[in-house]
């Protein structure tokens, strides 16, 4: 893989590659206008470097807003936005946008939301919620409006019960109503029935849905609440790997290259009204995990893990099945574990060279 940067500091074959699996489907965003919010966020970022690419590749002429809470520190991070004359930006809170603020754009993706461990449940839950009908509005009140992408949650379906290793869009399961850390799943439940209320009451607009699960790749936090970026960024130091729990909640990781691609197509493909699930195919525990990582990057300190597993408890699963949208729509992973691992370490050892 080549070390060059281009726009937001990704690699540059990651965003040739999205561009070319998207393909002709970019056509539709010629001359268009399109509303993304949480811009600024881990998956803002692919959609916002993805977007800015396609658009001077293939002469597009669109135009992209992109709203955000930190867009006025963003852009000191990444001053090269400045002068991007394709995008406008909104900064503030998506529960304050003006129905009218986004003016006519033709597509959205809603991206924003508040998933900050520390955050207050009430907020997480107004945020989904408050946010949703925000973006909502602003598309069924505007003639131009067509495609709106709501980018959900695998955490809808809440615990899954023993038996089950996949999580299928049928899977009924919900989040425990009566338990406070419930409130990110419960919002994204929510905007999902406030989606599906927009889209059969407004014919002309259509509304997908992406229930993202878990992910790797260049611009995930090394130091925040994602496990998989504490491992690399603790491994990359060569300090001791902390596993939190007991180690055996199965889970698995998409490149964020094949986020973005899934997702732009999503957008333009997917059926009004139909979910998605968004995730990696290749399960494995937390304590696995911590493995996996120190191994592939050589790192030098060791995987302590703080608690035993009890005896007979069943490993709680957090792991998609893909069937769907790889029949529906032809999108499977590209990238494997192993190589999102490195590459995502390979770019943060770049990063931090810069």
Known sequence: MGTQRSLLSLPIDDLDRILYAVGPRWERLR??????????????????????????????????????????????????????SEITWLCGDVRDMAPNAAG??????????????????????????????RVLDSMVGNAAA????????????????????????EYSGAPDPLVSDSAYGEGKRISEILCAIAASERYS????????????GPHLPLDKHFAIGNFI???MRGDDICVQGDGTPVRSYLYAADLAHWLWVMLFDAPSGRAYNVGGTEALSIGDLAHRVNSLLGGKGKVNIAKAPLPHATPQTYVPSVERIAVELGLVPSIGLDEAILRTARWAQHAIQD
Do not use: M
């Not at 396609?54 to 520190?73: D, P, Q, T």
């Not at 597509?107 to 408050?130: K, N, W």
């Not at 997908?208 to 790797?216: D, L, N, P, T, Y």
């Open 104 to 133: 006519n754009c033709n597509f959205a993706i809603h991206a924003a939301t508040d998933v900050v461990a520390q955050s207050p449940p009430a907020e997480i839950l107004d945020t989904c919620i408050g946010g949703t009908r």
């Open 233 to 235: 960024g603790a491994a």
């Open 205 to 216: 607009l259509e509304v997908s849905i992406a229930r993202c699960f878990a992910f790797v």
């Open 146 to 169: 067509c495609r709106v992408l709501l980018v959900s949650s695998g955490a809808i379906y809440g615990l899954t019960p023993a038996g089950i290793t996949v999580i299928s869009e």
């Open 31 to 84: 001359e268009q206008r399109l509303l993304l919010t949480g811009g600024t966020g881990f998956i803002g970022k692919w959609l916002l470097a993805t977007f800015l690419h396609a658009n001077r590749k293939l002469g597009l002429s669109a135009h992209i807003v992109v709203l955000s809470r930190r867009s006025e520190k963003f852009i000191e991070e990444f001053p090269e936005l400045r002068s991007a």
